[in-house]
C-alpha cells in the first residue's frame, strides 16, 4: 500500500522510547527504584556520584533487555559496551550519563501490529541500557532549582526504531504495540504519567519520492492521547512551513497538552557534543548463550503467538483474538472462561463486551476485575443449557458484578430467572393466547409475520419471560398450522 | 624494647612486637603521632586527628588482650589522601574537596583496618594524583597556613616525587612505618625512588579502586609503600583481592600472601633489561646505580638478558592523552552542586559551574581536563584517543613478547633523582620524565621500585622491577633477596 499523503506530503515518522525498567534496584547501585518516596531518600553514594565511588551492573537490568531482544526478535549482542555520554546538569551527577553508544546490548529487530485491517511492521535500529538522570524541580524554591536525584540511577532501555512510520495512526498503534509488549514481558510498569514509558517522535515530512526532509524530534509525549495530537500538529506545521516557502530546522520539541502545540526547546546548532568514550569503570557487558536461554525458558507466551493459537484452537475471528491479547490478565481470563464453560466464541462476546464495558466504566483493571473467570463459566454454561435465557444472563451478571450474589445458580433461583422447560405448562398458556388474540391469529394466517411476533411477544409476557423464546416459536408455528 | 626506637623497625617486627604486646597500639601510634608532629616541616600530613588514632588503637589494644589480634593489629600507618575515610577529611589535595568528608571508606582502607591497621591520619600528594612532584599540591599540610608540596626527606630543598609524595616522604623519615599510595602512571614507583623507600603497584585490578577519588580509571592502582620489600608484601597481602559488589574492575582473582615467596631463590632468573630504558635521557648517576644493582642481581645467580620494548617513547604521549580524557569526565562531578566547593557568587547555572571549578581546580588538573576534553572532542576522538588506545595494546603486546625471553624486567624508575623545588617549571619536560613508569601503567603489570642505592648530591636512586600479570610474587621475592644483599633500604636520610 502507498503512504496516505496530506496535501501532497509523505509523512515519515520513527520513535525513540524510554522505557523505564521494573527492576528492584538501580542499574549501577543498590538503592531502590521505587517511585514517589521523599525526595533524595533513595539515592546512595553511587547515586550522589560521591568521590570514590563506582558503578556496579545490575544483572536484572540486563535481564529484561535480553527479554526485550527475545520478544523482538533481536540480536543479543554477545558483548556490548558501556560508554560515557559528557555534559553538565544540576540533575546529572557524575557530570556524564553512562549508556551504551557503538555496541548496545540489543540491535535489530521489529514490532508488528494491525492498524485496522493491515499488518504493519515496523524494524528497530536497537535498544540500549542507560541509566535515568535526576529531576531539576523548578517550582518552589524561589530563584533557585530544586534537586531530587531519587531517579537518577533508575534503569532504562531507549528503544529506537527505523523511520519506518507513515502516519500519525501508524505511529501511535506502534506506541501502544510497544507498550503492550514491554509490559507484557514484564519489563516496565508502562505508566506513562509517571514517566514509566517515555515516547519521543521524530517526524519529518517530503515529497514522495524525494531524500527524507529535515526532522524536529517532539520529547516528552507522555499520553497515547498527546502523542496523537502533538504528531498531527507537528506534521501540519511543518507543511505550512514548507508550503511558505520556509525551510525546517532541525530541533528538538516540547509538547504543551494545553495549547496543543509543539514549541522548539533547541536547535541543531546548541547540540552539544557528548564526548562519548567507554567507560572504564565497567567492562564489556558479556551475555553468554546460557543466559539467554535460561531467559528465554522463563518467557511468557508472546501476544502475537497467543493471539494466533486462540485462533486455531478456539477457532476465534482474528479480530477476537488480537482484542483479547491487549493484555496478559485478559487473555488469562478469556481462556479461564473458555475452558470452564466449553463456549469459546460466547466466553469472548462477554469479555470484549459486558466485562470491558464494566471495566472501563469503573476505570479499574482486570486485576480488580468483580466477577471471577470461573463464575462467567458457570454463567454462559446455564444460557449453553438452556436454563436461563441472555437477558436473564446479564440479570445474574449484574447480580454478580456487584455483589448481590456470589453463585450463579444461587441469584438465578433467587430472582426466578429459570426458564420455563414444561412442555404442559407452556401450551397451556399458548392456548390462553390464541384464544384471547383471534385478530392476531387471523392476520397470521393471512401471512402478516409481525401479528406472529405479536403472539410470541403475549406468551413471554404471560410467561414472565421465563418461557424459552424458542421453544415458543414451535410451539405455537405448531399450533397455528 | 626502647620505645623511642619504634620508627627504626618495620613493620613485619613491630607487628610481631604488639601482638606479643611489648608494645601496646596505643604506645605505637603516640610514638609515631609525636614523630609527625616533630617532623610537619616536611609538609607529608594533611590531616591528624589523635582522638580518632588513639581510639583505634585502644581497639587494637582490647582486641590483642582478648586473643583476637588481626594479623597487623596495632600497626600504625597513614592513607594518601585519595582514599576516601569516614574518621579523616579526604581532600585529594585540592581546594575542591576542603574540608570534604566521606560517609564510607575506600575498600583499601577497610581492608587494612580489618587487618588491625590504625590510621595516623592522611597524607599530601599532587592534586587528584596529577604531578610528579607534589608541588600541585593546594591543600596546606599540618603545621602550614597556605599550600606546600612535601619536601624530600634526604634534602628539604628537592621534591619527593609525586603524585604519592606525602606518603613516600612520610615513610622515608620513618613517621609511619608504612603507608599507602596510588600509581596512575608511576606515583607510587617514582617517589619511592626519589625518597630511597620501597613501592608497589600490583596488576590493575588486583586493589579495588572503591573509594580511590578517580583520576585515570582504567590506570590508577592502590598500593603500599613501605621500608622493605618484606613491609611492602605484609601490607599488599592484606590489600589485594575481589571486590565484586563495588568495583566491577576489579579481578577475579584471589588473594595471596605475599610473604611465602619471599625466600625463594632467584638463582636462574631472567631479567630482562630493555634497551630502551636506558636511551640518551638517563642521567650518568643514575644509570650507573641502575648497572650496579643488575651486576647485585648478577651475583645472586640471576642472569641478564637484553631486550626490546619497541614503543616505549609512545608510552608518553598514549598516557597524556588517555589519562586526561578519563580525568576530563572523572573530575566532571566536581560542579558545585552536591560538595565541595562552590563559588560564593554566581549569576547562573552557567556562571556558578565556571567559578566553581575555575577556583577549585589548580592549574595541572585545569590543564588536564583541557587536554582531556580536545581529545574525545568530536573531530578529534579518532586521531587521538582511539589511536592512542590502539597503541596502548600495542605496548602491553611488546610486554608480553618479552616475557617470552624473561621473568621480569628491570631499568630505572626516572631519569633522574629528585629534582629541586621549583625547579621543574615545563610541565612537558615533567611528563616526559614519566617514561619508564608508564608502559607498565598502561600495560596494566605490576611494577615496584626497590631502592638501588645514591646518585647526584647523596640523592636515592630506585631500581624498577616490572613482572607479567599477577607476578607480584616474584617481584616481592626478587626485592626481598636484593634487600638481604644491601643495606639502602635500610639506610636513613640525616636528622632521622
Known amino acids: 500500500m502507498t503512504a496516505k499523503l496530506i496535501h501532497g506530503y509523505e509523512v515519515v515518522i520513527g520513535f525513540e522510547t524510554h522505557a523505564q525498567l521494573a527492576t528492584q534496584s538501580k542499574i549501577f547501585s543498590r538503592a531502590s527504584t521505587a517511585f514517589g518516596a521523599e525526595p533524595n531518600t533513595q539515592a546512595s553514594a553511587v547515586d550522589l556520584a560521591l568521590p570514590g565511588t563506582l558503578p556496579v551492573m545490575n544483572r536484572e537490568a540486563v535481564a529484561c533487555a535480553i527479554k526485550l531482544g527475545l520478544a523482538l526478535g533481536s540480536h543479543i549482542a554477545p558483548e556490548s559496551i558501556f560508554a560515557r555520554k559528557n555534559y553538565f546538569y544540576p540533575d546529572l551527577p557524575k557530570g556524564y550519563q553512562i549508556s551504551q553508544f557503538e555496541i548496545p546490548v540489543v540491535q535489530g529487530g521489529e514490532v508488528s501490529f494491525y492498524l485496522g485491517e493491515e499488518k504493519k511492521t515496523v524494524r528497530l535500529v536497537r535498544a540500549h541500557l542507560e541509566e535515568d538522570a535526576g529531576k531539576s524541580l523548578h517550582e518552589e524554591f524561589h530563584g533557585m532549582s530544586g534537586i531530587d536525584l531519587n531517579r537518577a540511577g533508575t534503569p532504562l532501555l531507549e528503544i529506537v526504531t527505523e523511520p519506518d512510520m507513515r502516519s500519525t495512526d501508524e505511529a501511535v498503534a506502534y506506541a501502544k504495540a510497544l507498550h503492550q509488549i514491554v509490559t507484557w514481558i514484564g519489563i516496565c510498569d508502562g505508566n506513562m504519567q509517571e514517566g514509566s514509558f517515555r515516547c519521543d517522535a521524530n517526524v519529518s515530512v517530503r515529497k514522495p519520492g524525494g531524500p527524507l526532509g529535515t526532522r524536529r524530534e517532539i520529547k516528552n509525549l507522555n499520553s497515547f492521547k498527546n502523542m496523537q495530537q502533538a504528531i498531527d500538529y507537528e506534521i501540519r506545521w511543518q507543511i505550512e512551513q514548507l508550503e511558505d516557502g520556509h525551510k525546517i530546522q532541525q530541533a528538538t520539541v516540547l509538547f504543551n497538552p494545553d495549547t496543543g502545540e509543539t514549541r522548539a526547546m533547541r536547535t541543531k546548532e546548541d547540540a552539544a557534543d557528548y564526548r562519548y568514550f567507554p567507560d572504564p569503570d565497567l567492562p564489556p557487558l558479556c551475555i553468554a548463550p546460557e543466559w539467554v536461554e535460561r531467559v528465554r525458558a522463563a518467557m511468557p507466551e508472546l501476544p502475537r503467538a497467543m493471539a494466533a493459537r486462540f485462533v486455531a484452537q478456539y477457532a476465534l475471528p482474528e479480530y477476537d483474538a488480537t482484542t483479547l491479547t491487549q493484555s496478559q490478565a485478559m487473555a488469562a481470563y478469556f481462556e479461564d472462561a473458555a475452558k470452564g464453560c466449553g463456549a469459546p466464541k460466547l466466553a469472548s462476546n462477554w469479555v470484549m463486551g459486558e466485562i470491558s464495558r464494566r471495566l472501563n466504566a469503573e476505570e479499574i483493571g482486570m486485576e480488580a476485575v468483580k466477577v471471577g473467570s470461573g463464575q462467567l463459566a458457570q454463567l454462559i454454561a446455564r444460557i449453553q443449557d438452556g436454563t436461563i435465557s441472555n437477558n436473564a444472563a446479564k440479570q445474574v451478571f449484574d447480580a454478580l458484578w456487584t455483589g448481590e450474589g456470589q453463585d450463579v445458580d444461587a441469584v438465578i433461583t433467587a430472582k426466578g430467572l429459570k426458564q420455563m422447560n414444561d412442555t404442559g405448562a407452556l401450551e397451556a398458556i399458548i392456548d390462553e393466547v390464541i384464544a384471547a388474540n383471534p385478530a392476531n391469529v387471523e392476520q397470521y394466517r393471512a401471512g402478516k409475520d409481525k401479528a406472529f411476533n405479536a403472539l410470541v411477544g403475549q406468551v413471554m409476557k404471560a410467561s414472565k419471560g421465563k418461557a424459552n423464546p424458542q421453544q415458543v416459536n414451535e410451539l405455537l408455528k405448531a399450533k397455528l398450522a | 624494647m626502647n620505645n623511642t626506637d619504634l620508627h627504626h623497625l618495620g613493620v613485619a617486627q613491630l607487628a610481631a612486637l604488639l601482638r606479643g604486646k611489648q608494645v601496646s597500639a596505643v604506645e605505637a601510634a603516640q610514638h609515631f603521632l609525636a614523630r609527625a608532629r616533630a617532623h610537619q616541616n616536611l609538609g607529608a600530613f594533611l590531616a591528624i586527628d589523635e582522638d580518632v588514632t588513639l581510639a583505634q588503637a585502644r581497639a587494637q589494644d582490647e582486641a590483642i588482650a582478648a586473643g583476637r589480634a588481626a594479623p597487623l593489629a596495632g600497626l600504625p600507618i597513614a592513607h594518601k589522601d585519595v582514599f576516601v575515610t569516614r574518621d579523616f577529611p579526604t581532600t585529594a589535595s585540592s581546594r575542591m574537596l576542603a574540608g570534604y568528608r566521606s560517609p564510607f571508606d575506600a575498600t583499601v582502607v577497610t581492608r587494612l583496618a580489618e587487618a588491625g591497621c590504625v590510621t595516623l591520619g592522611k597524607l599530601s600528594c599532587d592534586e587528584f594524583a596529577m604531578g610528579a612532584s607534589n608541588e600541585n599540591a593546594a591543600v596546606a599540610p599540618v603545621g602550614f597556613d597556605a599550600p606546600q608540596p612535601a619536601r624530600n626527606p634526604w634534602n628539604l630543598a628537592h621534591v619527593p616525587g609525586g603524585s604519592s609524595g606525602g606518603s613516600a616522604a612520610a615513610v622515608a623519615a620513618r613517621l609511619v612505618p608504612a603507608a599507602t599510595g596510588t600509581d596512575t602512571g608511576g606515583s607510587i614507583r617514582q617517589p619511592a625512588s626519589f625518597c630511597g623507600i620501597t613501592g608497589i603497584k600490583p596488576t590493575y585490578g588486583r586493589a579495588s579502586r572503591y573509594g580511590m577519588i578517580a583520576f585515570a580509571s582504567s590506570l590508577d592502582q592502590a598500593g603500599p609503600m613501605a621500608r622493605s620489600a618484606e613491609d611492602c608484601a605484609l601490607l599488599l597481602s592484606q ?134 576534553t580536545y581529545v574525545l572532542s568530536e573531530g578529534y576522538y579518532d586521531a587521538y584517543y582511539l589511536q592512542a588506545q590502539i597503541i596502548r595494546r600495542m605496548i602491553a603486546d611488546d610486554f608480553q613478547a618479552a616475557f617470552q625471553q624473561c621473568d621480569l624486567i628491570a631499568g630505572p624508575v626516572a631519569p633522574t633523582v629528585a629534582p629541586q623545588l621549583g625547579a621543574q617549571t615545563d610541565p612537558v619536560t615533567s611528563y616526559l620524565a614519566d617514561i619508564y613508569t608508564l608502559p607498565a601503567s598502561l600495560a596494566g603489570l605490576p611494577g615496584m621500585s626497590v631502592p638501588a642505592g645514591f646518585g647526584a648530591g647523596g640523592l636515592p636512586v630506585g631500581l624498577q622491577l616490572i613482572g607479567n600479570y599477577f607476578q607480584e610474587g616474584r617481584l616481592l621475592n626478587a626485592a626481598h633477596r636484593l634487600q638481604q644483599a644491601t643495606d639502602f633500604h635500610l639506610q636513613a636520610p640525616r636528622g632521622i
Open chain 2, 239 to 372: 590489600i589485594c583481592g575481589p571486590d565484586p559488589e563495588r568495583d566491577s574492575t576489579s579481578l577475579d582473582h584471589p588473594g595471596e600472601d605475599f610473604t611465602r615467596s619471599l625466600q625463594d631463590s632467584i638463582a636462574g632468573l631472567r631479567i630482562g633489561v630493555p634497551a630502551e630504558f636506558f636511551s640518551d635521557g638517563l642521567q650518568a648517576d643514575v644509570r650507573a646505580t641502575v648497572e650496579s644493582a643488575l651486576q647485585e642481581y648478577e651475583k645472586l645467580g640471576a642472569r641478564l638478558v637484553p631486550i626490546s620494548l619497541p614503543r616505549t617513547e609512545l608510552s608518553v604521549p598514549v598516557y597524556y592523552i588517555l589519562a586526561p580524557a578519563e580525568a576530563s569526565s572523572n573530575l566532571s562531578r566536581f560542579d558545585g552542586v552536591r560538595y565541595g566547593h562552590r563559588a560564593a557568587a554566581y549569576t547562573d547555572l552557567l556562571d556558578m559551574y565556571k567559578k566553581t571549578r575555575a577556583e577549585g581546580f589548580g592549574d595541572e588538573v585545569k590543564r588536564r581536563i583541557m587536554i582531556g
